[in-house]
C-alpha cells in the first residue's frame, strides 16, 4: 500500500482544514487508516483512525469534538476533517495503514505516506 497525504497548509485559529489521503493496492478496504502527527521536538503521536469497515472510530482526547475522520474504500481515500483547529494542533499530518483491527499507537503501523505540513496562527 502507497499512501499519498495532501491538503496541509497555513490557517488562522479556528479555521478548518481537510486533510486527504489517497491509497494505491487493490487491498486498501481491509487495512485500517489512521492519522498521525508530529510536531517539532516531539514524537509522533496518534490523531485518529477508522477500520477497514467504517465501524469503529478512534480519536485521541485532544482532538475529540473537532476532528472528524472518514473513508471512501471505493475511491481509496481517507480523509480527515478539523475543525476550530489550534495553534497546538500545528504538526506534520501523516496518513497511516495497519494491518489491525484498530489503530492507536504508531507500532501497530504497516505504512506510513509522507506527511503534509498544517500551521494554525494564534
Known amino acids: 500500500v502507497q499512501l499519498q497525504a495532501s491538503g496541509g497548509g497555513l490557517v488562522q485559529a479556528g479555521d478548518s482544514l481537510r486533510l486527504s489521503c489517497a491509497a494505491s493496492?487493490?487491498?486498501?478496504?481491509?487495512?485500517?487508516m489512521g492519522w498521525f502527527r508530529q510536531a517539532p521536538g516531539k514524537e509522533r503521536e496518534f490523531v485518529a483512525a477508522?477500520?477497514?469497515?467504517?465501524?469503529?472510530?478512534d480519536y485521541a482526547d485532544s482532538v475529540k469534538g473537532r476532528f472528524t475522520i472518514s473513508r471512501d474504500n471505493d475511491k481509496n481515500t481517507v480523509l480527515l476533517q478539523m475543525n476550530s483547529l489550534k495553534p497546538e494542533d500545528t504538526a506534520v499530518y501523516y496518513c497511516?495503514?495497519?494491518?489491525?483491527?484498530?489503530?492507536?499507537?504508531?507500532?501497530?503501523?504497516?505504512?506510513w505516506g509522507k506527511g503534509t505540513l498544517v500551521t494554525v496562527s494564534s
Open positions: 497511516a495503514a495497519a494491518r489491525t483491527n484498530y489503530l492507536s499507537d504508531k507500532d501497530q503501523v504497516n505504512y
Open positions: 493496492g487493490r487491498t486498501f478496504s481491509s487495512y485500517t
Open positions: 477508522i477500520a477497514w469497515r467504517g465501524g469503529r472510530f
